[in-house]
């Protein structure tokens, strides 16, 4: 697949009745889709197929057809923890909308979308004074998402919360338990190709006005600690469990590293806080990849601890140091 840069990115055109192995594509599914638009890092290339599933009837026959042609496949929710290769992605890329980005309360539960924001669910269900999800207002991503990555924040996991979730792949939709998901620090068990498509909160019942309290709280705490208004993918690495690090954050380290600000074309550690790499404009993924490589040479280096990415990638992307 060509790479086409930042420069002359072509429109997605139209896949209906376009032949792959014999199989004609879905009319939803569309060719050579810029994937950069859809990250808040804003860089990467195009996905050789793109479509958005608004219903599970429409996902399950993307998944059927992308069997049939041999081709891998790929989630963007919302973009928030991604960093996708500059040359782009082969295979068909999926976006859940409509129906599979809902939320709806079933009191004390909510059920929602693989594809509804997070900070959306942490509303809602203060709305309706549930709680057990608020920590989810300061995590920009997608149910589908925080269950891959099993999300916490601010003292809140979603492990907890979640009471089952519903996977589809090219053999249809099974429903899962969190102890069928392999959960640990920031990952589960879910496998490539495997697709939240819904999920079930359990919560419990509080006052609406306290919940609605606590989540402008850590809202107000976040964006004390944060970089606002960037164009960043969220925390570049994972706070190490090594003792080496003496407790400290990734971001702790590579700031007393010396790496708030350094850059490397248009990417660098926010002066901020250093564990943010923002795009200040015309960044590239081997710009953003090469950041992170010196950040985490400066921070070995120096404590003697290796950090390990907790960004999510797209596409071939290789870590230098790997």
Request: include cysteine; aromatic fraction near 4%.
């Amino acid at each position: 697949m060509p790479d086409h840069g930042r420069r002359g990115r072509p429109g997605a055109r139209s896949s209906a009745g376009v032949g792959v192995n014999g199989e004609a594509a879905p009319s939803s599914v569309t060719a050579n889709a810029d994937l950069a638009r859809l990250t808040t890092v804003r860089t990467g290339g195009i996905a050789e197929f793109f479509a958005r599933a608004g219903s599970e009837a429409e996902l399950l026959e993307l998944l059927t057809w992308a069997a049939a042609t041999a081709k891998p496949v790929s989630v963007v929710g919302s973009g928030s923890n991604l960093l996708i290769a500059d040359e782009g992605v082969r295979g068909l890329v999926v976006k859940l909308d409509r129906e599979l980005a809902a939320i709806a309360v079933e009191a004390p539960r909510i059920v929602c979308g693989g594809g509804a924001r997070l900070p959306a669910v942490a509303a809602r269900s203060a709305r309706e004074g549930l709680s057990g999800i608020e920590f989810g207002v300061n995590i920009p991503g997608t149910i589908g998402g925080a269950v891959r990555m099993n999300a916490n924040a601010y003292g809140g996991e979603l492990e907890r919360a979640l009471e089952w979730v519903e996977i589809a792949t090219a053999s249809g939709v099974e429903r899962r338990s969190p102890s069928e998901l392999g959960f640990a620090y920031r990952r589960s068990s879910l496998a490539e190709g495997e697709i939240v498509t819904r999920a079930g909160l359990l919560l419990k019942d509080g006052d609406a006005e306290t919940v609605r309290a606590q989540i402008a709280s850590m809202r107000a705490r976040r964006h004390e600690a944060q970089p606002q208004g960037i164009k960043t993918f969220g925390s570049t690495f994972k706070n190490p469990e090594d003792p080496r690090a003496e407790g400290r954050s990734a971001g702790l380290l590579l700031s007393e590293a010396g790496c708030n600000g350094l850059a490397v074309g248009g990417a660098r550690f926010a002066p901020k806080h250093a564990n943010f790499i923002e795009n200040t404009g015309t960044a590239t993924t081997a710009e953003v990849l090469a950041v992170m490589a010196e950040g985490r040479r400066r921070v070995l280096e120096r404590f003697g601890v290796e950090l390990e990415p907790e960004v999510q990638t797209l596409g071939v992307v290789r870590f230098p140091w790997l």
